[in-house]
């Protein structure tokens, strides 16, 4: 009897500390989608490859969204990460770098680039799109579409496709 009160108190020792980590991350997703197909790589100032993913909130809530990238062994190489918002002229506003997690307003768009021009290798992998609300009627809010970019020399080439099969998620 003595080892039955003893194993169970070890398990609702564990389980409050497991649940006071996952209370302290706060994120806990609702929707997430994959984007295969990541290739991050400098070579020289004439020579790379970047990723632009840019993701819509379609909803009429707030969502925060968390962008994790893996290399090609399944480490989190998020780091490489900006997010980035519209601003006059012709450039981008950088609201975060070094992170893929931002808040993400109704009806908005932001752009996480991951690419960083002091990388010292190259990256071949995923990334997760992932996404929290506190509106817990909210079933799907984000759709994103996956920009890859290539310039060698004075040759550039982009493509695009349409992530989670151009579906919300």
Partial sequence: MKKLTVLLAAFVF???????GFAQ??????G???VPGILVRHGNDNWLNMN????????ASDVTCRVTVYDENGNDVS???????GAPGSSVETIAQGTGTFA??????????VYRSDMKRAIMGHAVIAWDSENDKLRK????????RTDAGNRGHTGAI???GGQAF
Avoid: K, Q
């Avoid at 564990?14 to 006071?20: E, V, W």
């Avoid at 993400?104 to 680039?113: D, E, G, H, I, K």
């Fill in 162 to 164: 349409a992530v989670n």
């Fill in 14 to 20: 564990a389980a409050a500390f497991a649940g006071s």
């Fill in 52 to 59: 632009i993913l840019l993701i819509t909130n379609i909803s």
């Fill in 25 to 30: 991350e706060g994120f806990t997703p609702r």
């Fill in 141 to 148: 809010a984000l759709m994103a579409v996956h920009r890859m």
């Fill in 104 to 113: 993400l307003p109704p009806a908005s768009t932001r752009m996480v680039y």
């Fill in 32 to 34: 997430s989608a994959v």
């Fill in 79 to 85: 780091n490489l990460c900006s997010v980035s918002t």
